[in-house]
């Protein structure tokens, strides 16, 4: 059975720390591309940074340079270290995992973050 669970979320004031964490179960994990998504309240669920083989690392631009996604195949976990949080990154996120060589897509249930003037 596969398994995508997050942790880490939480409440913190603008300007902190945080650091999710997926820990992937029942599927081979450097054979899938992991990515971390959010959707924050009435918006679409966005990109926030994806680790593929085909590709590499890449994080959205619109984050500055604030978030790093990491992974620890030895671990089966991807990692989302968040700094200098802004009230504009309270979201709940997701981690996301795709099967490199297609057809298989599996979600975890989401971690609320949520910054705070």
């Known amino acids: 059975q596969v398994q995508l669970v997050e942790s880490g979320g939480g409440l913190v004031q603008a300007g902190e720390s945080l650091r999710l964490s997926c820990k992937a179960s029942?599927?081979?994990?450097?054979?899938?591309?992991m990515a971390w998504y959010r959707q924050a309240p009435g918006k679409q669920r966005e990109l926030v940074a994806r680790i593929t083989g085909a590709h590499g690392i890449r994080h959205a631009d619109s984050l500055g340079g604030r978030f790093t996604i990491s992974s620890d195949d030895a671990e089966k976990t991807v990692y989302l270290q968040m700094n200098n949080l802004k009230t504009e990154d309270t979201a709940v996120y997701y981690c996301?995992?795709?099967?490199?060589?297609?057809?298989?897509?599996?979600w975890g249930q989401g971690t609320q973050v949520t910054v705070s003037t």
């Open positions: 029942g599927f081979v994990f450097n054979t899938y591309d």
């Open positions: 996301f995992g795709r099967y490199s060589a297609g057809g298989l897509d599996y």
